[in-house]
């Protein structure tokens, strides 16, 4: 069975930081990309960021560019997001993703609430 | 950034019939390798986004016959041939074959 647990989340102030991480298992972890993405009610769905499989190469969406980094411990299976200079809209449940557009199997964490707020 | 629009937001059905959901996107989806990448999510109540279908019209494991995708270029639907209790819930549309993948606002299914 598939596995994708994420742990981290919690409440935080404007301007903090927080390091979310899920650990997966149940497939070869070193052989996927993997991505995080978050959810608001107000803004839906949105990727954030993304790693390959090697975590040379990184990807971010513009809104959490040079505040976010992705980064994954193959040796671990751990798949992590540092998140630093909160603001109040990034409060949303973020999501650890073996994303696929294709027919490998798409994965998604049952989700971390991140809350940002005085 | 690719702007997925969704329709309707809200679908209320009877058990038993059927149901459809159209996405429109702001772009074509065809992507240089020729392929679309159009996928659609369900996400039931207290759970995470699960992929029903992949590339406009393939079903993912494990997914029921009665949901189908269709559709090209920039125009796609989803289809339930018959509405079951479980099916009640948000459905997205995704698109792939833009940076970055994004997804329209949901659909929500309920029951009548």
């Known amino acids: 069975e598939v596995q994708l647990l994420e742990s981290g989340g919690g409440l935080v102030q404007p301007g903090g930081s927080l390091r979310l991480s899920c650990v997966v298992s149940g497939i070869t972890f070193n052989n996927y990309a993997m991505a995080w993405f978050r959810q608001t009610p107000g803004k839906g769905l949105e990727w954030v960021s993304s790693?390959?499989?090697?975590?040379?190469?990184?990807y971010y969406a513009d809104s959490v560019k040079d505040r976010f980094t992705i980064s994954r411990d193959n040796s671990k299976n751990t798949l992590s997001l540092q998140m630093n200079s909160l603001r109040a809209e990034d409060t949303a449940v973020y999501y650890c993703?073996?994303?696929?557009?294709?027919?490998?199997?798409?994965?998604w964490g049952q989700g971390t609430l991140v809350t940002v707020s005085s | 950034d690719v702007v997925m629009t969704q329709s309707p937001l809200s679908l209320p059905v009877t058990l038993g019939q059927p149901a459809s959901i159209t996405c429109r996107s702001s772009?074509?989806?065809?992507?240089?390798?020729?392929?679309?990448?159009l996928n659609w999510f369900q996400q039931r109540p207290g759970q995470s986004p699960r992929r029903l279908i992949y590339k406009v019209s393939n079903r993912d494991a494990g997914v029921p016959d009665r949901f189908s995708g269709s559709g090209s270029g920039t125009d796609f639907t989803l289809k339930i041939s018959r509405v079951e209790a479980e099916d009640v819930g948000v459905f997205y549309c995704?698109?792939?074959?833009?940076?970055?993948?994004?997804f329209g606002q949901g659909t929500k299914v309920e029951i009548k």
């Open positions: 993703v073996k994303d696929s557009l294709g027919p490998s199997p798409n994965y």
């Open positions: 772009q074509s989806l065809v992507y240089s390798d020729g392929d679309t990448y």
């Open positions: 995704m698109q792939g074959s833009h940076w970055p993948e994004t």
């Open positions: 790693i390959s499989q090697n975590g040379d190469s990184t």
